[in-house]
């Protein structure tokens, strides 16, 4: 199970830290990844972090201004957002994948968590 938390309503230019809390599984053997879905889109990859937390990826849009991390002791994934701007409104999605490697594919994520909304304000 994955239980995401931390959003919130915030001002543009504000931060948000969110937070996905895991269970059920090894969570340092599973990939960890953020995705967003903005009201009417696709939900799309945020960021990645492989299972040691040494490797990240991310996406354009949120490079320079997103930080993705992970405590393996505490079976908790994060992502620090800087900056936030009206576009980075969406609810957001942890989710956990058992491949090696870091991957924006959804398909690779086999658990979701339930979402938090982030709302950014102008």
């Known amino acids: 199970q994955l239980q995401a938390s931390g959003g919130g309503l915030v001002q543009a230019g504000g931060s948000l830290r969110l937070s996905c809390a895991a269970s059920?599984?090894?969570?340092?053997?599973?990939?960890m990844g953020w995705f967003r879905q903005a009201p009417g889109k696709d939900r799309t990859f945020v960021a990645g972090i492989n299972r040691g937390g040494g490797t990240t990826s991310y996406a354009d849009s949120v490079k320079g201004r997103f930080t993705i991390s992970r405590d393996n002791a505490k079976n908790a994934v994060y992502l620090q957002m800087n900056g936030l701007k009206p576009e980075d409104t969406a609810v957001y999605y942890c989710?956990?994948?058992?491949?090696?490697?870091?991957?924006?594919?959804?398909?690779?994520?086999?658990?979701w968590g339930q979402g938090t909304l982030v709302t950014v304000s102008s």
């Open positions: 989710a956990r994948s058992n491949q090696a490697l870091i991957t924006r594919l959804q398909e690779r994520y086999k658990y």
């Open positions: 059920g599984r090894t969570f340092s053997s599973d990939v």
